[in-house]
């Protein structure tokens, strides 16, 4: 302590010096010294400069009027201790005592040491009262704030003596019991009983029934005594979340179990928070081995599946995409995965689903196969039709150069017996001149066949085609055997008459089978010789009926075509078919033998 | 008059009511023997002027005084210990 500074009031001067005297000898603290000698003054300069004055020395000088000014200290000036100076005897000095002077002092027994002290006393003293007065200041503040804190707590809260009576409540407890604090003071409540380890336990409030209220339990000091401070919690709002949060969480495990496709939940630690039952079908092991594990350490195999989580993780984007899994066995398993990255709690999540297409895949592998096999088969469709397009060409080049054939035979066919005739007979003019007709006719039809370019078959034609070189000498034979001769081809029918009658048979001929059978009517014959097909009676149509008819005579078949197997058969029972083309020798020599034949046999 | 005379109070007579009930009534008969006496008031069903502010509560009516316990009826000791009734 430096300095005190004391304010004197007093109007007697000689006192005044007196005083003055003994505190200017204190050593000490240092007392400065302000002098004032009227009431009215002091307590303006009080007002004025309270905070430069610590002790306040007071002289009564009319007790009446001094009631008043020391009053008015105390009241006011709280903080400064008060010196009173009185004559009175101890016992009448007490009374400022009462009002608040902290000493009193008797001018006559004043003394440098007891003043001293007593200012040093006084000042300590109004300090700690000080001191004491802003604690408490403090501590009601404190009380505001905690006062403030209770009133209000959500919770409701009760005390409760060691009886069971409530001793206080807060506003909400008055809401819960539907009462107020007044009816609630001194209404049994129970002697609480708290759950094991102070756990809040259910009770029913009889007011509230629906309500679910949840009771804790301390035990406190309340004016000292033991109490119980009871804090009942509304847990209806809470438990209807939960329920509903369990509800959700139940249906969402059902959806989970249930979806084919395997869900993977990773947390922010990259730990496997949750998996359904598919991950476990498509990976194999436990449950509770996959469950809270690193997930790279359960997937280190997977590195599609790792890199891809790595990529959305990093990239904070969801990803989709086909990848191959490995499976236990070492073979791939495709499927198709998607990434979502969510935040739950402020905190990076992802969410892995995915699908196994193996199913699919093998689907559209073998829709590509069927495909595949159905293209083939088109091709080869489309090869044999193309084949079957050119064996029809190739039938109607075939047909077209058989008729063509057909064409030429003809005319060569004459032309041949023309020569022959020509050869053997005397009238060789007729002959020659027939053999021109028919030169130009066979001129006639090669001019006509170069307009047709895409006939390919020579060699076909050209086998068809008579050899006109090869003929020979010719035979006489005959002796007057009939002949019947039956051919559709007008100069053919002819030069074949000829030859015959040439080589000494006796010759007649025929159109077709019909024209055959008239002329049968009316003549007898040893030999006939037919063309097969010829219109409105073919050779062996006819030659069945003859010989139904009771013909017994040679019968030859003169052809140049392939024939059925029933009409061939019917063929084979004459006595001889001779092929086209032919030259005229053979033909002679082959009638011949067949008479031949007939001779020996008789 | 019995030895101890005791009154649950319940809301109504659920199945927790009915645990505690079985409960308390097991006790008593392997403590009391057939020296208690217990009532039941089912609040759904009595008209009680003044029934308790909180349930479930036990009730010491005998010996006197009345003493009110009001909370957790898991454990039976410690409700009959608040109630001054744990007998050795």
């Known amino acids: ?602 | 008059m019995k030895e101890v005379e005791l009154s649950l109070y319940v809301h109504t007579m659920d199945r927790l009511s009915n645990k505690i009930l079985a409960k308390l009534i097991k006790y008593c008969d392997e403590h009391f023997g057939e020296r208690y006496k217990l009532h039941l008031v089912d609040l759904s069903k009595s008209t009680e002027q003044s029934p308790p502010l909180a349930l479930p509560a036990l009730v010491r009516e005998f010996p006197l005084p009345r003493r009110h316990a009001v909370g957790d009826f898991t454990d039976m000791n410690k409700i009959m210990l608040t109630l001054n009734l744990l007998t050795q």
């Open chain 1, 1 to 602: 302590m430096d300095e005190i500074r004391l304010l004197f009031v007093e109007n007697n001067k000689e006192r005044m010096i007196a005083v003055n005297t003994l505190i200017h000898k204190i050593e000490t603290p240092h007392i400065r010294l302000d002098w004032l000698v009227d009431d009215r003054k002091a307590l303006e300069h009080l007002d004025e400069y309270r905070h430069h004055i610590d002790v306040v020395l007071y002289a009564i000088n009319s007790p009446d009027k001094s009631v008043k000014t020391i009053g008015d200290i105390c009241d006011k000036f709280p903080e400064l201790a008060l010196i009173v100076i009185s004559e009175e005897d101890e016992v009448d000095a007490l009374r400022w005592i009462e009002l608040g002077a902290q000493d009193v002092w008797h001018p006559q027994r004043l003394s440098v040491d007891s003043v001293r002290q007593a200012i040093l006393f006084s000042h300590g003293r109004q300090q700690k009262a000080q001191r004491l007065h802003e604690l408490a200041g403090n501590s009601s503040q404190l009380e505001q704030r905690l006062n403030s804190i209770i009133q209000n707590d959500r919770d409701s809260l009760l005390v409760v003596d060691q009886n069971g009576m409530i001793l206080y409540s807060n506003p909400m407890a008055e809401k819960l019991f539907k009462r107020n604090a007044s009816e609630l003071f001194g209404a049994v409540f129970g002697i609480p009983v708290a759950g094991a380890n102070s756990d809040p336990v259910r009770v029913i409030i009889a007011d509230a029934p629906d309500k679910n209220i949840e009771m804790s339990v301390t035990m406190i000091w309340w004016e000292k005594q033991k109490a119980w401070l009871c804090r009942l919690r509304d847990m209806t709002q809470y438990h209807m979340a939960q329920e509903m949060m369990k509800e959700n969480e139940e249906k969402f495990q059902a959806i989970a179990a249930g979806a084919r496709d395997a869900i993977i939940h990773i947390n922010e630690q990259q730990n496997i928070a949750f998996i359904n039952e598919a991950v476990v079908t498509m990976f194999g092991g436990e449950y509770a081995d996959i469950l809270n594990k690193p997930f790279r350490e359960i997937f280190n195999r997977q590195h599609d599946l790792t890199g891809l989580v790595d990529k959305a993780r990093e990239e904070h984007r969801d990803q989709q995409r086909e990848i191959h899994l490995i499976r236990a066995d070492g073979s791939n398993l495709p499927v198709d995965i998607s990434v979502s990255v969510f935040k739950r709690k402020g905190k990076r999540q992802l969410v892995c689903i995915l699908r196994d297409i193996s199913e699919r895949r093998r689907t559209q592998f073998q829709l590509m196969q069927t495909q595949t096999e159905l293209k083939e088969a088109l091709e080869n469709l489309k090869a044999n039709q193309r084949k079957m397009m050119q064996m029809e060409k190739l039938n109607s080049v075939k047909e077209l150069a058989g008729a063509l054939a057909h064409e030429f035979a003809q005319p060569l066919q004459a032309l041949y017996n023309y020569l022959h005739l020509i050869q053997t007979s005397d009238a060789h003019e007729v002959y020659f001149q027939k053999s021109r007709e028919m030169l130009n006719r066979i001129s006639d039809l090669t001019g006509s066949l170069k307009n047709i370019t895409s006939l390919r078959k020579k060699d076909y034609l050209d086998s068809q085609i008579i050899d006109l070189f090869a003929s020979s000498d010719p035979i006489s034979f005959g002796n007057g055997t009939r002949v019947l001769i039956i051919d559709d081809e007008q100069e053919i029918l002819e030069t074949l008459i000829d030859i015959f009658n040439n080589a000494g048979y006796i010759c007649r001929g025929a159109a077709d089978g019909q024209d055959a059978l008239e002329v049968m009517e009316m003549a007898e014959f040893d030999l006939i010789i037919s063309d097969v097909m010829m219109p409105r009676m073919s050779g062996p149509t006819f030659f069945r009926r003859i010989r139904d008819e009771g013909y017994t005579g040679f019968f030859i078949f003169l052809t140049g075509y392939e024939h059925p197997d029933e009409e061939r058969k019917l063929m084979a029972q004459a006595d001889a078919v001779i092929h086209k083309p032919v030259s005229f020798n053979e033909l002679l020599s082959k009638v011949e033998s067949v008479l031949m034949k007939a001779e020996v046999n008789v």
